[in-house]
């Protein structure tokens, strides 16, 4: 085997043309929406009063495994794309591991993150609709960064619920979101009768994504010519975020590299999913090589402390019912500083593969996942985003097995965003102010009371 340089970079002719429908291998397992009016799977009809109508295709598209990437699509992507796929040689040193790690870096765009990936596609649909205005919700603030980076570039109005705690810890977000041109409201707000009836019931709530899902839903449906879009969760994200686990195929195959383990941080999944789609696809399909591990905190511990069962995807139980692991639409995480981490739901692809036994899940406290994010840094010069420091944390758990066992395995995790707009994050870490929240079974089940 040729030996393989620290960045391994596509060109513009290896770059996808397609993107990969992981939900065409799982046609059979996948359980529609629901309308919670009647009790049937909800109709293309029903999702367009919501979504634009070419997203809901790819959403209920369970037949095609590829997708064409449109060409305005592709030529946005080329800004920042094809991202790098990195050898950690400096890590794996420092671990005195025999693994060979390697990891996909989203990081290099202003989102900081791979929410673009989606962001891009999603408005080029809404604009070609002839759609006028977006609404959305935003976590840690990625989601929205790069939402607001794709409307100013198709020239799509966007309002951002950005949650409430999030909003307070990275206000830089918020700045940059504003440069681009969106209007930025911290959820809940008054803004919205849902937010409203939130506030009352929960005065000095920092927010969750569940809350500010359902602000930018009631928005979409009392304005003009505006449709919702999200950053995660639904099938169509994934499918937009397979540009990453594509991408990743072909690095690896030019050096010869199958993984043994691939591992991403999830919170609704988009990046785990669109991560690991093509090499799923093939899991699915008889090649059993691969041990695909989702990571996620265990302040909101979805897949490992979750239901899997039919729940709404937002607080004010305004969407469609979602077959996914859930801790109920009403249960509000901690304000850790995983802020895209802290949704109740996960993907219904995820949580399917997790509930097939195809995936594994594990959890971990935030002072760990920033030890490992610190010990991440000094050797690989990346300051991670928090959600990222998960997927790195097991990267180093799993090369540090494989010390013990003395495994040459090739581990490739994906390094999902930077941690630019953390610090204040870093610095209540290096003060020791990190606290590590672990719901009680009370509190899980105040949350499953809500399903």
Same mark, same amino acid.
């Given at each position: 085997? =040729?030996?393989?340089?620290? =960045? ?53 598209? &369970? ?35 025999? !693994? ?13 993150? +791979?929410?673009? &990936? ?26 929205? /960064? ?33 440069? %681009? ?25 920092? #927010? ?11 928005? !979409? ?14 099938? +169509?994200?994934?499918? +937009? ?6 991408? /990743? ?59 899997? /069962? ?8 305004? @969407? ?5 692991? /859930?801790?109920?639409? #009403?249960?509000?995480?901690?304000? &850790? ?5 802290? %949704?109740? #739901? ?8 997790? +509930? ?10 935030? @002072? ?20 990222? !420091? ?8 799993? !090369? ?17 965003? @930077? ?33």
């Amino acid at each position: 085997m =040729k030996k393989v340089p620290y =960045k391994i970079y596509l060109s513009e002719e290896e770059m996808p043309k397609v993107w990969y429908n992981l939900q065409a291998d799982l046609a059979d397992r996948l359980t529609p929406f629901i309308n919670p009016a009647n009790g049937k799977p909800c109709t293309k009809e029903e999702l367009m009063q919501v979504f634009c109508e070419e997203l809901v295709d790819q959403e209920m598209n &369970n037949k095609d495994a590829f997708i064409e990437i449109p060409e305005d699509v592709r030529n946005y992507y080329l800004m920042y794309r094809p991202s790098p796929l990195v050898r950690a040689y400096s890590l794996e040193k420092a671990l005195g591991t025999p !693994a060979n790690i390697y990891f996909k870096f989203e990081g290099m765009n202003t989102s900081g993150s +791979h929410k673009l &990936n989606s962001a891009a596609a999603q408005v080029y649909y809404a604009k070609k609709q002839g759609i006028t205005k977006v609404t959305t919700e935003t976590g840690a603030g990625q989601w929205g /960064t790069a939402l607001a980076m794709a409307a100013a570039h198709f020239e799509v109005d966007l309002s951002v619920y950005m949650v409430k705690i999030s909003a307070e810890q990275k206000p830089y977000r918020k700045t940059i979101m504003e440069t %681009y041109g969106a209007n930025v409201i911290p959820s809940p707000s008054n803004t919205t009768e849902i937010g409203k009836q939130i506030l009352s019931e929960h005065p000095n709530t920092g #927010g969750s994504l569940g809350c500010a899902i359902s602000e930018a839903l009631e928005v !979409a449906a009392n304005t003009e010519n505006c449709r919702y879009v999200l950053g995660s969760v639904l099938n +169509h994200v994934l499918l +937009h975020q397979s540009i990453i686990g594509m991408e /990743t195929k072909i690095a690896l195959e030019k050096y010869g590299i199958r993984p043994d383990i691939m591992i991403g941080c999830a919170g609704g999944g988009s990046n785990l999913g669109g991560f690991i789609a093509p090499y799923m696809g093939e899991y699915l399909n008889g090649r059993k090589d691969i041990r695909f591990i989702a990571v996620e905190p265990t302040s909101c511990p979805s897949l490992t402390r979750g239901k899997f /069962t039919l729940d709404f995807g937002d607080t004010g139980k305004t @969407t469609p019912l979602i077959k996914m692991y /859930t801790l109920g639409n #009403g249960f509000i995480p901690s304000p &850790n500083h995983s802020g895209g981490l802290r %949704y109740h #739901g996960m993907s219904p692809i995820i949580s399917e593969l997790k +509930h097939g036994g195809e995936i594994e899940a594990r959890a971990y406290g935030q @002072t760990e996942i920033f030890d490992a994010a610190v010990f991440f840094s000094k050797h690989e010069g990346i300051l991670p985003a928090p959600e990222s !420091a998960h997927a790195i944390k097991a990267a180093i758990d799993e !090369a540090l097995l494989c010390k013990e066992t003395k495994e040459e395995k090739n581990i490739v995790f994906a390094l999902t965003g @930077t941690g630019t707009f953390d610090l204040a994050a870093y610095s209540a870490y290096h003060a020791g102010n990190l606290t590590d929240h672990i719901p009680t079974d009370e509190e899980l089940e105040r949350g499953f009371a809500t399903i």
